[in-house]
């Protein structure tokens, strides 16, 4: 009595546990679709003749309370033009990836670049810059240079793509996490990064590795 507060028992208990009980069990006896794992061949693709391309990342650790970002523009030939690298306080990738954006605009502004192609792996920032509506008082200020930045080229396209084909720039920002300086402006790619740079200007693919959405629904 003191349990239920005077509450008489619910007539329809039976009823109720009956029905959840068939529900349980129609949902464990659905036939599992088998899982497709598919693999796509991906690589870094040189941009039009007469365009540069600009790739940019960032990457935050927990574990180091920090950030970091980077870039590098290569012409149509996939050589290096010029690249960055920028070590940021304790803030998270989506930021980082802002970041990254507009240093690597400015980089090209700078150099006097006139068609440029940006790539970047996050879709999220790519989604924000094509969204008139978007609002963040902390991003602003960064957003807003972008913006400004991307208006000053004769000719200037954002997409995204996937992260395996963004092996440089990430390399780059990874550098930035660790490095002890705020900003580091790179006329020559670092050592351990020219191997990657001729894996991409040489077209070579890597595997991603991923389920069939389709066949797991």
Known sequence: QVVFKGKGANPQL??????????????ISRPKRNQTIMT????????????VKLNTDGSASDLLNAAGCGGLIRDDQGNWI??????IGNTNSFIAEVWALRDGLQLCHQLNLQ?????????AVVAAL???????????????DCKHLIALFPQCHIR???REANS????LSRLGLFQSVNFVLLSSPPVDLIPLIEAD??????VRIGIDVASAL
């Open 201 to 206: 200007r040489c077209g070579l693919y890597s």
């Open 160 to 162: 995204h793509i996937v």
């Open 130 to 144: 094509n969204n008139p509506a978007f609002a963040n008082t902390i991003l602003s200020p960064l957003f807003d």
């Open 168 to 171: 440089c720039a990430d390399k």
């Open 82 to 87: 010029g690249g960055f690298s920028r070590h």
């Open 40 to 51: 796509r061949q991906i690589r870094w693709d040189k941009p039009d003749r007469g365009w």
């Open 115 to 123: 068609s440029v192609m940006v790539e970047l792996d996050a879709s």
């Open 14 to 27: 039976v009823k109720s546990i009956i029905m959840q009980a068939t529900e349980y069990a129609m949902c």
